[in-house]
């Protein structure tokens, strides 16, 4: 069973940055970063391809966040820059069993397996 450890969360003012890390075992899948704001339901935030060489992103943070995988330490990133108080919420890094990110990448019900989260809060 693959078991999914996200850090890296934390405080931050507006326009300033943080990377969240996402530590899997068994490492062969794409992977996928969701959110949840309180009161509001999970949204998908972006995907990596099990090599790598695909990315998905929501519109509301493209050009802001970036996707990444080192395969060799098992490990997905998420880069988060100029960040904003609408990104606070509690992140999730998650992955089914297929190497490719779907069309809907952004439905969790594509995904298995997920972490505990991290939280992330922007102060204006």
């Known amino acids: 069973q693959l078991q999914l450890v996200e850090s890296g969360g934390g405080l931050v003012q507006f326009g300033g940055s943080l990377r969240l890390s996402c530590a899997a075992s068994?490492?062969?899948?794409?992977i996928g970063w969701f959110r949840q704001a309180p009161g509001k339901e999970r949204e998908g935030v972006s995907c990596?391809?099990?090599?790598?060489?695909?990315?998905k992103y929501v519109d509301s943070v493209k050009g802001r966040f970036t996707i990444s995988r080192d395969n060799a330490k098992n490990t997905v990133y998420l880069q988060m820059n100029s960040l904003k108080p609408e990104d606070t919420a509690h992140y999730y890094c998650?992955?089914?069993?297929?190497?490719?990110?779907?069309?809907?990448?952004?439905?969790?019900?594509?995904?298995?397996?997920w972490g505990q989260g991290t939280q992330v809060t922007v102060s204006s």
């Open positions: 998650a992955s089914g069993r297929s190497l490719a990110c779907a069309s809907n990448y952004y439905d969790s019900r594509q995904y298995v397996y």
């Open positions: 068994g490492f062969p899948y794409a």
């Open positions: 990596i391809s099990a090599s790598g060489g695909s990315t």
